[in-house]
């Protein structure tokens, strides 16, 4: 069993900076792709970013250039610096793991075991 624990999310002003981090249980983290993704109220869950087990990083347009993902294998952890934070940034944010591709994927569905969420708000 595969289980995500998030933590790092809060409230924050516009302008500012969050460090989100993602705990993985499961012997071949390494493998996995992960990803981050985020569902405001009314909207649907979007992809914001995604790293290979190389460290080749994926992002969504709405966060490309001021957020970045990063894993550290050997500590079974994923991370997403977020600075610049916008507004439209608030939502709940949520780490996911798929464990059956080679190639980060944008689709939520895709992905097979995922966190319990934590909230950011950018006050504006």
């Known amino acids: 069993q595969v289980q995500l624990v998030e933590s790092g999310g809060g409230l924050v002003q516009a302008g500012g900076s969050l460090r989100l981090s993602c705990v993985v249980s499961?012997?071949?983290?390494?493998?996995?792709?992960m990803g981050w993704f985020r569902q405001a109220p009314g909207k649907e869950r979007e992809f914001v970013a995604g790293i290979l087990w190389s460290g080749r990083a994926d992002y969504a347009d709405a966060v490309e250039g001021r957020f970045t993902i990063s894993r550290d294998n050997a500590k079974n952890t994923v991370n997403l610096q977020m600075n610049s934070l916008k507004p439209e940034d608030t939502a709940v944010y949520y780490c996911?793991?798929?464990?059956?591709?080679?190639?980060?994927?944008?689709?939520?569905?895709?992905?097979?075991?995922w966190g319990q969420g934590t909230q950011v708000t950018v006050s504006s």
């Open positions: 996911a793991a798929d464990v059956g591709r080679i190639r980060v994927s944008r689709i939520a569905r895709e992905y097979d075991y």
């Open positions: 499961g012997r071949t983290f390494s493998s996995y792709v």
